[in-house]
């Protein structure tokens, strides 16, 4: 059980273990271990790398703000995901055309609203800017084939709806490359996008849920809302923490 | 600004009992575990002590002292002890307050 609670010491940040390290694995030396001391390391751990600025003399930006824009990238494309499979799991006459446009306005306002998040640390943008790019081709390319073996009609649906969320993002990053003095002016205005993609995340899984009302609707269906509420909870989250670490920074 | 205990979310509880313990003077983490199981009963697990004491440290509410071996002591600052103080003085009316609506008083 000691080397167990030694081992997970590993799972801290870097900083941390150079700082807290030692003194941890003495104590962990010291006191009897149990389960409960295992589940606590983990939590730490976790606990570490979502909140940087803990440690003294650490700081939310950077990292934290890089993290916050990729957590906030990938909750988007699980957002998508999850809504992919609801053209085939809801009843025939449900009426898709709002809960799509709501899923695109998300899309839209997700990419832009990860725009100033970019701006935490030099060296990470180029990297984010790869992630940013390559989740969304990847997106594209899933949620096109999906579209296409749904059959003629829905796929142009989809295409369209695929399009435009990764021309958003594909302009969201392309602004984000170009760096002058008007960004912390670009930083301040994602503030008002990123208010508005969590608001339309939120909407979509209101009207998701309400479509799913329905008794023959599959339990599928409430899976899927479930994963879009979680996506949408985390990218609130990410966006919250990221706006913090730029307006500490 | 002064800090408040409040403001450090799931780790204000703890955070409050190593102030407690280091009221009477610096301890290293075994010690403080030990001191606070003591008057507490509560048991503080290391993942849980450690982030409270590094938020508690980046507050400037305790302070690191020369490590001894590979333990290093920590002790209360001033700031620390005014935080302590008015977190107990909140503890204390809030005490009274139902001591008072219970018909303690």
Known sequence: MKAVAQFLLRLYPQAWQERYGEEMAEL???????????????????DAHLHPEALPGGSLAGKAVWTSGAIIVGATALFGLAWMPLGFLLPAEANLGPLQWCVVLAFL????????????????????????????????????????????????????????????????????AQKDETQERLARLGLV??????AAMWAGIAMTLRIAVPADASWWVLVCGLVMLSAAGSATWALRRGVSALLRA | MRTSLTELGRFS????????????????GYAMIQDIQAFSGTLLEPGTLYGALARLEGRGLIEP??????????????????????QLAT??????????????L
């Open chain 1, 193 to 198: 996008p990123g208010a508005l993609a969590t």
């Open chain 2, 91 to 104: 503890i204390d009316q809030i005490a009274q307050t139902g001591r008072q609506r219970l018909g303690l």
């Open chain 1, 109 to 176: 306002a997700v990419s832009v609203a990860s725009v100033p998040l970019l701006w935490g640390s030099t060296w990470t943008r180029s990297t984010f800017l790869l992630f940013g790019m390559g989740a969304d081709a990847l997106l594209l390319t899933l949620l096109y084939i999906a579209g296409r073996r749904s059959g003629p009609g829905y796929g142009l649906e989809l295409g369209l709806l695929l399009g435009g969320g990764f021309l958003g993002s594909l302009a969201g990053f392309l602004i984000a």
């Open chain 2, 13 to 28: 509880d703890p955070s409050l009992l190593i102030l407690c313990s280091l009221a009477s003077g610096p301890k290293h």
């Open chain 1, 28 to 46: 962990l030396s010291q006191v009897p271990v149990t389960l409960r001391t295992l589940a606590d390391l983990v939590r730490g751990a976790l």
């Open chain 2, 65 to 86: 002292q020369p490590a001894e071996e590979r333990r290093r002591p920590y002790r209360l600052t001033a700031e620390g002890a005014a935080a302590l103080k008015e």
